[in-house]
């Protein structure tokens, strides 16, 4: 499997996954480990389709991502330290866009054939991500689904003015290119087609990846049977599938997570009046707060510190939804404060259409009730660290295992449900998650920073005006121009770059240490036993580095005897990379 992005020449290093969190906060961060400076730095150099190449080794979905991926890089991201992070996501999106505009097409890579074959039941994105893998690895992998498209929760419960179906396509598309079978309509559980029916027809492992599609209950008086009470996942479903009507005059959405939002802003599209109604403050709502914001904006109500405990009904349908107000108290195990309702303090919201969005669980019927499958409390299925479940051959992994999550999180599940069947298939021993890595080091260049580098602000994305939103699903964030694009990358401090000091060489001049403006290498006395600095000691040697707070600025470059250089740190997370990488030095 041949990866263009490889380097051909550089030393191999084992370092800890505790240096790579201090240092390359970014790649660590993101659940995939994609390598983020290391793209953003092709996009600075105008490289858009290498760009694209490096992202699609690690995450197969790069467009889908690009758009709506929660971008947990840029929480870690070090301009962030003394400015605001690096637009991460955004720069996926727009070499993925580029990408896609010009029709560029990646060739899958050749790849041995093996004889094994492998299921995977459910085509989101664990499910498509593992067979992507394992095709790689070459298996024959073929993909279950029951509904009449692939993506999952992708396809239907995400709404098209975040994320184009085109995307989605596009990134599966690649994924179908790679040999992976994918039968939709098929649903698996059936007679004459179960879980046990597919190890009978020859198949090594079955990867569940059904994700968690049944919407919990609201458990209140007037919630059953009453017509325009209805679970989130089912009415974003029917939006998605082409049912634009109205939900009603007048929509209550309760809940506070990202469903709860995508559903009131679907909603608000659809009629006039939508309230969120949420037992917490907004300071308490797990949802993504930009997405809260432009819910906000296209004039969602919301109604905070607020329960619902009755459904009021007139002929069966819903009327009105009767609350309590509520107050915080003590934190509980999810460390926000818990809300405690307040006596005698109801009230009534006039609505004729409830949408309940306060979370979602895996469907496991189709296991049949005496299969035997280990199920945690939270109606997940168990498994341990390597996604390896009680039953012999079985693997889960994504939603079904984690609960409602995101799509990065559910493609590193597909990641590693891929290397555990791997193994199992080869006989190996599934190994447990290692502390240690292996990257490869590469000579770098000191790329001197522009003076103005640190007041460059970040680039903000057009969005769709407001009055234009009203009745339609068009986009609303309209992407980065290719300026915008390259400007933004490079605000990118290149954490995978480490500063090198070859001790033994240096004169102890302090050059180095005094034009660091951030304090990233220090001089030591190491005969001076007090530790007092000069200007500072350290246990670490005669000159030490601080790669963590370093912002490659360059400064250091003019070393008077050359002792100072940059390291490229490569870490490529993915195993069947680093064993090809092995076996090259070999």
């Given at each position: 499997?041949k990866?263009?992005?490889?380097?051909?020449?550089?030393?191999?290093a084992?370092?800890?996954?505790?240096?790579?969190?201090?240092?390359?906060?970014?790649?660590?961060?993101?659940?995939?480990?994609?390598?983020?400076?290391?793209?953003?730095?092709?996009?600075?150099?105008?490289?858009?389709?290498?760009?694209?190449?490096?992202?699609?080794?690690?995450?197969?979905?790069?467009?889908?991502?690009?758009?709506?991926?929660?971008?947990?890089?840029?929480?870690?991201?070090?301009?962030?330290?003394?400015?605001?992070?690096?637009?991460?996501?955004?720069?996926?999106?727009?070499?993925?866009?580029?990408?896609?505009?010009?029709?560029?097409?990646?060739p899958?890579?050749?790849?041995?054939?093996?004889?094994?074959?492998?299921?995977?039941?459910?085509?989101?994105?664990?499910?498509?991500?593992?067979?992507?893998?394992?095709?790689?690895?070459?298996?024959?992998?073929?993909?279950?689904?029951?509904?009449?498209?692939?993506?999952?929760?992708?396809?239907?419960?995400?709404?098209?003015?975040?994320?184009?179906?085109?995307?989605?396509?596009?990134?599966?598309?690649?994924?179908?290119?790679?040999?992976v079978?994918?039968?939709?309509?098929?649903?698996?559980?059936?007679?004459?087609?179960?879980?046990?029916?597919?190890?009978?027809?020859?198949?090594?492992?079955?990867?569940?990846?059904?994700?968690?599609?049944?919407?919990?209950?609201l458990?209140?008086?007037?919630?059953?049977?009453?017509?325009?009470?209805?679970?989130?996942?089912?009415?974003?479903?029917?939006?998605?599938?082409?049912?634009?009507?109205?939900?009603?005059?007048?929509?209550?959405?309760?809940?506070?997570?990202?469903?709860a939002?995508?559903?009131?802003?679907?909603?608000?599209?659809?009629?006039?009046?939508?309230?969120?109604?949420?037992?917490?403050?907004?300071?308490?709502?797990?949802a993504?707060?930009?997405?809260?914001?432009?819910?906000?904006?296209?004039?969602?109500?919301?109604?905070?510190?607020?329960?619902?405990?009755?459904?009021?009904?007139?002929?069966?349908?819903?009327?009105?939804?009767?609350?309590?107000?509520?107050?915080?108290?003590?934190?509980?195990?999810?460390?926000?404060?818990?809300?405690?309702?307040?006596?005698?303090?109801?009230?009534?919201i006039?609505?004729?259409?409830?949408?309940?969005?306060?979370?979602?669980?895996?469907?496991?019927?189709?296991?049949?009730?005496?299969?035997?499958?280990?199920?945690?409390?939270?109606?997940?299925?168990?498994?341990?660290?390597?996604?390896?479940?009680?039953?012999?051959?079985?693997?889960?992994?994504?939603?079904?295992?984690?609960?409602?999550?995101?799509?990065?999180e559910?493609?590193?599940?597909?990641?590693?449900?891929?290397?555990?069947?791997?193994?199992?298939?080869?006989?190996?021993?599934?190994?447990?998650?290692?502390?240690?890595?292996?990257?490869?080091?590469?000579?770098?260049?000191?790329?001197?920073?522009?003076?103005?580098?640190?007041?460059?602000?970040?680039?903000?994305?057009?969005?769709?005006?407001?009055?234009?939103?009203?009745?339609?699903?068009?986009?609303?964030?309209?992407?980065?121009t290719?300026?915008?694009?390259?400007?933004?990358?490079?605000?990118?401090?290149?954490?995978?770059?480490?500063?090198?000091?070859?001790?033994?060489?240096?004169?102890?001049?302090g050059?180095?240490?005094?034009?660091?403006?951030?304090?990233?290498?220090?001089?030591?006395?190491?005969?001076?036993?007090?530790k007092?600095?000069?200007?500072?000691?350290?246990?670490?040697?005669?000159?030490?580095?601080?790669?963590?707070?370093?912002?490659?600025?360059?400064?250091?470059?003019?070393?008077?005897?050359?002792?100072?250089?940059?390291?490229?740190?490569?870490?490529?997370?993915?195993?069947?990379?680093?064993?090809?990488?092995?076996?090259?030095?070999?």
């Amino acid at each position: 499997m041949k990866q263009a992005t490889i380097p051909e020449k550089g030393i191999r290093a084992l370092l800890d996954l505790d240096w790579l969190q201090s240092n390359i906060r970014c790649q660590h961060r993101c659940p995939a480990h994609m390598d983020v400076p290391g793209y953003i730095r092709l996009i600075s150099e105008g490289k858009y389709e290498e760009s694209y190449r490096l992202m699609r080794e690690t995450n197969p979905f790069p467009a889908v991502c690009g758009y709506v991926c929660p971008h947990p890089c840029e929480s870690k991201c070090k301009r962030g330290d003394f400015d605001r992070p690096v637009s991460i996501d955004a720069l996926k999106r727009f070499v993925t866009d580029y990408i896609f505009k010009n029709k560029v097409r990646i060739p899958p890579p050749k790849v041995k054939q093996r004889g094994e074959k492998v299921a995977v039941i459910g085509a989101g994105p664990a499910g498509l991500t593992a067979a992507t893998d394992l095709a790689g690895m070459g298996y024959q992998v073929t993909v279950f689904e029951k509904e009449s498209q692939v993506g999952g929760m992708m396809m239907w419960a995400i709404p098209s003015y975040r994320l184009p179906r085109e995307q989605i396509m596009f990134d599966v598309s690649h994924i179908i290119a790679r040999g992976v079978e994918i039968k939709t309509n098929t649903s698996i559980g059936v007679p004459g087609n179960t879980v046990s029916d597919l190890f009978k027809e020859g198949y090594k492992a079955v990867f569940l990846a059904v994700g968690a599609q049944k919407g919990k209950r609201l458990e209140i008086p007037g919630e059953e049977g009453t017509q325009g009470v209805m679970d989130c996942l089912e009415f974003l479903k029917n939006v998605n599938a082409g049912d634009t009507r109205s939900p009603g005059k007048k929509v209550a959405v309760i809940g506070g997570g990202n469903s709860a939002i995508d559903a009131a802003r679907t909603a608000k599209r659809l009629t006039d009046e939508v309230y969120i109604v949420y037992r917490r403050t907004q300071e308490e709502m797990p949802a993504l707060s930009w997405e809260v914001e432009e819910a906000e904006h296209e004039g969602v109500k919301f109604h905070f510190l607020a329960a619902p405990v009755r459904v009021i009904t007139e002929n069966g349908k819903a009327k009105g939804l009767e609350c309590i107000k509520m107050k915080l108290g003590k934190p509980d195990s999810s460390g926000r404060r818990r809300p405690e309702p307040v006596p005698n303090s109801e009230f009534i919201i006039d609505v004729d259409c409830i949408i309940s969005a306060i979370s979602q669980e895996p469907d496991l019927k189709f296991l049949g009730d005496n299969f035997g499958l280990g199920v945690t409390k939270w109606g997940t299925v168990a498994v341990d660290d390597n996604l390896v479940t009680n039953k012999k051959g079985i693997f889960a992994g994504g939603d079904v295992t984690l609960g409602p999550s995101t799509i990065i999180e559910c493609i590193a599940q597909g990641h590693q449900a891929a290397k555990s069947i791997d193994r199992y298939i080869r006989g190996v021993e599934i190994q447990e998650p290692r502390k240690k890595v292996w990257v490869t080091l590469m000579d770098s260049d000191f790329n001197p920073r522009e003076e103005n580098y640190d007041s460059v602000p970040r680039q903000k994305m057009d969005l769709l005006p407001v009055d234009n939103r009203e009745g339609t699903f068009d986009l609303v964030e309209l992407g980065l121009t290719e300026e915008q694009a390259k400007e933004e990358a490079l605000r990118c401090l290149k954490c995978d770059l480490s500063i090198n000091v070859e001790t033994n060489e240096c004169v102890l001049c302090g050059r180095c240490s005094m034009v660091c403006p951030v304090g990233a290498l220090k001089q030591v006395d190491v005969s001076d036993e007090s530790k007092e600095y000069r200007p500072f000691v350290s246990k670490d040697g005669i000159v030490i580095k601080y790669t963590d707070v370093c912002i490659r600025c360059g400064n250091c470059k003019d070393c008077p005897v050359s002792v100072i250089s940059l390291k490229r740190v490569l870490w490529k997370p993915n195993e069947e990379i680093n064993r090809m990488l092995g076996e090259r030095e070999e």
